[in-house]
């Protein structure tokens, strides 16, 4: 079992920065690959970033590449997403993810076990 909890989100305006923390605990051997993705109201969960464990391949989605950056410190089993030049196509509810492959890691179901979120409120 591995728990996430996330942690740093808010509301900003458009062009402002959040970071968010995502610390894991419990049998963090396992978790190869970290992840983030958000869901919307109404929509479905999606991916925004991956990290392998040495921290030396990052995925990103197309809508956040140049604006958001993903980095682990795996001393302190800590996932981060610094999240810059904020939109309020951004708002959304955003989840770490802890993946034992990296076979489906833009894909949700290619994760074993999830955080309980942390909203980020982008306004115009």
């Known amino acids: 079992q591995v728990q996430l909890v996330e942690s740093g989100g808010g509301s900003v305006q458009a062009g402002g920065s959040l970071r968010l923390s995502c610390a894991a605990s419990?049998?963090?051997?396992?978790?190869?690959?970290m992840g983030w993705f958000r869901q919307a109201p109404g929509k479905e969960r999606r991916f925004v970033a991956a990290?392998?464990?040495?921290?030396?391949?990052?995925v990103y989605a197309d809508s956040v590449k140049g604006r958001f950056t993903i980095s682990r410190d795996n001393a302190k089993k800590t996932v981060y997403l610094q999240m810059t030049r904020l939109e309020p196509e951004d708002t959304a509810v955003y989840y770490c993810?802890?993946?034992?492959?990296?076979?489906?890691?833009?894909?949700?179901?290619?994760?074993?076990?999830w955080g309980q979120g942390t909203q980020v409120t982008v306004s115009s």
């Open positions: 993810g802890s993946a034992q492959t990296h076979s489906r890691i833009i894909q949700a179901a290619g994760y074993d076990y």
């Open positions: 419990g049998r963090t051997a396992s978790s190869y690959v």
């Open positions: 990290i392998s464990w040495s921290g030396s391949i990052t």
